[in-house]
């Protein structure tokens, strides 16, 4: 199994910045990519920010330039940098990582149990 634990996630004034962390401990699978998803109250979950074991990157739209994506393969961690924070990133933001068992071929996903994150105006 792949567990994901969360942390870094609390209340800041718009224009401020955090930093969310995730730890990935794992058994018997290989992790292919590590990213952040957040759902915002009343909408359906959606990618912020995902980082594939060869190194490409995806943003959503709305964080290009503000967030910033990375990972220490080594440890298994991956953080999220968020800056220049507007209300409407308040969300509840969750760690996500596809993983293949190994010997398999067909991915997995795994979800943290979330972190909110409120921008206050």
């Known amino acids: 199994q792949v567990q994901l634990v969360e942390s870094g996630g609390g209340l800041v004034q718009a224009g401020g910045s955090l930093r969310l962390s995730c730890v990935a401990s794992?058994?018997?699978?290989?992790?292919?990519?590590l990213g952040w998803y957040r759902q915002r109250p009343g909408n359906q979950r959606e990618l912020v920010a995902s980082?594939?074991?060869?190194?490409?990157?995806d943003y959503a739209d709305s964080v290009v330039g503000r967030f910033f994506i990375a990972r220490d393969n080594a440890e298994n961690t991956v953080k999220l940098v968020m800056s220049n924070l507007k209300p409407e990133d308040t969300a509840v933001y969750y760690c996500?990582?596809?993983?293949?068992?190994?010997?398999?071929?067909?991915?997995?996903?795994?979800w943290g149990q979330g972190t909110q994150v409120t921008v206050s105006s």
């Open positions: 794992k058994s018997g699978f290989t992790i292919e990519s």
């Open positions: 996500h990582a596809e993983a293949r068992r190994y010997g398999r071929t067909n991915r997995n996903d795994f």
């Open positions: 980082l594939s074991g060869d190194g490409r990157t």
